[in-house]
Nanobody, 121 residues
Framework: EVHLVESGGGLVQPGGSLRLSCAAS????????MSWVRQAPGKGLEWVSA????????YYADSAKGRFTISRDNAKNMMYLELTNLKPEDTAMYYC??????????????RGQGTQVTVSS
């Protein structure tokens, strides 16, 4: 059974930074592309970033380019998302999900419970 646990969210001021972590278990982590997705209040799921199974290729939504950095440690079954220069519009529940970017409307069924990021002064 796929088990994904996110951590590292919190309340941060605009311009601040956070590092999100995702602990994976129940599957062979190193075999799969992984993603971060987010859901802002009252909105649908938004794909944010993905990383190849080996970590050598990364992909970002336009909203994340230049500010967020995705990485993974296959030896530890961990994935990370470094968030910098945060903006109020980044406020959302952030989820890690098994697999790469899905089509618009994808519900990313294999995802964790999420970690809340709130950007506010």
């Amino acid at each position: 059974e796929v088990h994904l646990v996110e951590s590292g969210g919190g309340l941060v001021q605009p311009g601040g930074s956070l590092r999100l972590s995702c602990a994976a278990s129940g599957f062979v982590f190193s075999y799969y592309e992984m993603s971060w997705v987010r859901q802002a209040p009252g909105k649908g799921l938004e794909w944010v970033s993905a990383i190849s199974y080996s970590g050598d290729r990364t992909y970002y939504a336009d909203s994340a380019k230049g500010r967020f950095t995705i990485s993974r440690d296959n030896a530890k079954n961990m994935m990370y998302l470094e968030l910098t220069n945060l903006k109020p519009e980044d406020t959302a529940m952030y989820y890690c999900a098994k697999g790469g970017r899905g089509p618009i409307g994808d519900q990313y069924p294999e995802r964790g419970q999420g970690t809340q990021v709130t950007v506010s002064s």
